[in-house]
């Protein structure tokens, strides 16, 4: 992918660009915590956004889409360009200058194998990669968390999606063999062993393709369902703001004086922060055991108490729990369709594979795209 990217910079622009890259992510633990104040924990994969660049010297920068195959020029004293892939580089250069940096122009080349919409955050690779690669080529002096605050605003800004900051920061602060507990409330990090093929396993994501309708509004239902319960539980006990404040005991408590659902979800978001952290402790004792009953746990929650599963994702993670070489699988994202990720031993890998698919395409009439992962390096030059 590199090459590809260097040798289309070589025939548009000529020789002496530098290379950058930036991950897509997958995230193991925590589904809707982090509008709740709570914790996630997002690993950076080995499927990224390869940038090459090259100051020009001039006002008017040049961009070309290896994977759209598309050029743009782009003026970032006027309007933002009509293309989406190019309002992402726009919208990060428009976001440094809202910071004060000065960025001159440059002549760029990108691509990369993160799959579009599939849940693994190929628009946050593509913010990061672009926000690094100016930044290092540059010399912007923006930190790696300035760099995420970047990505994010670009998309709230330039592309209209009302994201979060754990996927910019996956992709800016992920390692190789570690995964980024995010404090979603603090912006605190701390990296945490992940290192499967060392126990003997593997992580594969199998994308079921389908995005229910449902998503948007019900992702809006839920959120107005946790404050409901947070409002309930603040009437009683002082400096209640979210959920991650709420304690199960708390939440019993006033169990009564909240709607049913509302009890549901919020209790969902407790115990899904706590298996996060149980999780974190397992993982620095080694055991992918423990660990994977935790995967296992959060789909169970996902899908029975949070309501935000499907009959595809619960179909997959169906048939992983009935297989022994299976340590956890669970659906990962908002919910309503997507990817599941599954932690399988490596000897039991291949015949997994075959017994998904084959199962899959017997119930829906087609197969699920198979994604394997490896926990890989965030954000980084390639010399
Ligand atoms: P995801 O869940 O993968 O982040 P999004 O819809 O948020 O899905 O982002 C996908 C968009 O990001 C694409 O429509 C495109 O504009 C941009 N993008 C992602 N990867 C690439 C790429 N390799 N080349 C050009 N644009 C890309
Ligand atoms: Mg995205």
């Known amino acids: ?48 956004i390869y940038v090459a660049i090259k100051p020009n010297g001039g006002t008017i920068s040049h961009v070309y889409s290896v994977d759209y195959d598309e050029a743009v020029d782009l003026d970032f004293t006027g309007e933002k360009p009509a293309q989406q892939w190019a309002c ?8 440094m200058e809202e910071r004060g940096a000065k960025v001159p122009a440059f002549d760029m080349t990108f691509g990369g194998d993160v799959p579009l919409g599939a849940g693994l955050s190929s628009s946050a690779a593509l913010e990061s990669a672009v926000g690094f690669a100016l930044n290092d080529t540059f010399n912007l002096g923006f930190t790696r968390e300035e760099l995420a605050k970047i990505g994010q605003m670009t998309e709230h800004h330039y592309i209209g999606v009302r994201c979060g900051i754990m996927d910019q920061f996956a992709s800016l602060f992920g390692e190789k063999g570690k995964i980024v507990r995010l404090d979603c409330r603090s912006l605190e990090y701390k990296l945490e062993p992940f290192n499967p093929e060392a126990a003997g396993c593997k992580v594969v994501l199998f994308d079921t393709q389908v995005k229910h309708t449902l998503a948007s509004s019900e992702y809006n239902v839920r959120r107005a369902q946790c404050e409901a319960g947070v409002a309930v539980v603040a009437k009683h006990v002082p400096g209640v703001e979210s959920l991650r404040d709420v304690t199960m005991e708390m939440l019993d408590q006033y169990k009564d004086e909240m709607d049913e ?51 595809e994702l619960d179909f997959l993670v169906d048939i992983a729990r009935k297989n022994p070489g299976v340590l956890g699988a669970r659906m990962m994202g908002g919910g309503f369709g997507g990817c599941t990720i599954n932690i399988v031993k490596a000897e039991a890998y291949d015949a997994y594979v075959a017994e998904i698919t084959e199962k899959f395409e017997k119930e829906f009439g087609r197969k699920p795209r198979v994604i394997e992962v490896v926990i890989s390096q965030g954000a980084h030059k390639i010399e």
């Open 1 to 48: 992918m590199k090459t590809k990217i260097l040798e289309k910079f070589k025939t548009l622009y000529g020789e002496g660009a530098a290379c950058y890259a930036s991950p897509g992510r997958v995230n193991l633990i925590g589904e809707h915590t982090d509008y709740n104040m709570g914790f996630v924990m997002p690993g950076a994969i080995d499927k990224a």
């Open 261 to 311: 659902v509302v009890y549901r979800r919020c209790s969902f978001v407790i115990n899904e922060n706590q298996r996060l952290l149980d999780g974190c402790a397992a993982l620095e004792q080694g055991d992918y055991v423990t660990f994977g009953q935790k995967v296992y746990g959060s789909h169970e929650g996902l899908s029975k108490w949070y309501e935000v599963s499907c009959k």
């Open 88 to 95: 992402y580089v726009f919208g990060v250069v428009k976001e």
